[in-house]
């Protein structure tokens, strides 16, 4: 049996990236919750694990890693189970540009500035600050069209099979599109919209809905 932990949060929209592909990869792990926003910050001991006290944090027997993209390329690599990096040079090219535009991009735009303010904050009693989702809109909107050109000639962000452009992706559209400003910018991007009823009912997906 695989001992293997990720430190983190289950709500975490990388902390997901990183169980879905453990999940996709069919590898046995546990999850650590680790509360990097208490009053005192990151605990002591996931700053051991962590410098940046961020999330997740991973461990493989006495290997330790931190940085989401470095855990996924890992987990891909080091157990058996489906490859989820292509082969070809060009469409691993492509998922590298996808991994880059999602958290460049992406990350920010949908999830802290749409699903934030339009559904987070409202149900924990605040006031949406209208501005920022306002302001967000015109970069969602390049996102999605740079996402969904990209993306135009397959089923999956990069080619036939499901890669870690798709694992990245789907934990900040499981949050984007509970906004209701999504099914707006969604509804030029048919294949997007495809994209996301495919990977959201996935058994990985089901397994690591985070509960609030």
């Known amino acids: 049996m695989a001992d293997v932990t990720v430190f983190g949060a289950a709500y975490s929209v990388y902390v997901r990236s990183v169980r879905l592909t453990l999940e996709e990869k069919r590898v046995p792990y546990r999850l ?11 605990p002591a001991d996931h700053l051991a694990r962590h410098p940046f006290g961020r999330i997740p944090a991973f461990r493989h027997g006495d290997f330790a890693l931190y940085e989401t ?12 189970g489906p490859p989820l990096q292509p082969r070809d040079v060009r469409l691993r090219a492509r998922m590298n ?13 949908l999830v802290w500035d749409i699903f934030v303010e339009r559904v987070r904050v409202p149900a924990r009693g605040g006031s949406s600050d209208e501005a920022r ?18 993306s135009a000639d397959h089923a999956w962000f990069a080619g ?51 509960r609030f």
């Not at 650590?32 to 990151?42: I, L, S």
């Open 97 to 109: 540009q996808v991994l880059s535009i999602l958290d460049s991009y992406a990350y920010r735009t």
């Open 160 to 210: 036939p099979e499901l890669t870690l452009a798709d694992l990245h992706a789907a934990p900040m559209f499981a949050y984007f599109t509970q906004a209701p400003e999504a099914e707006g910018l969604l509804r030029p991007h048919a294949r997007l919209r495809e994209w996301w009823e495919r990977v959201s009912v996935r058994e990985s997906m089901k397994r690591t809905q985070p």
């Open 133 to 150: 989702i306002a302001a967000a809109l015109p970069k969602a909107e390049i996102c999605l069209r740079a996402l969904a050109e990209l």
């Open 32 to 42: 650590e919750e680790v509360d990097v926003f208490g009053p005192g910050g990151a």
């Open 69 to 80: 993209g470095a855990i996924n390329r890992y987990v891909d690599e080091v157990f058996s």
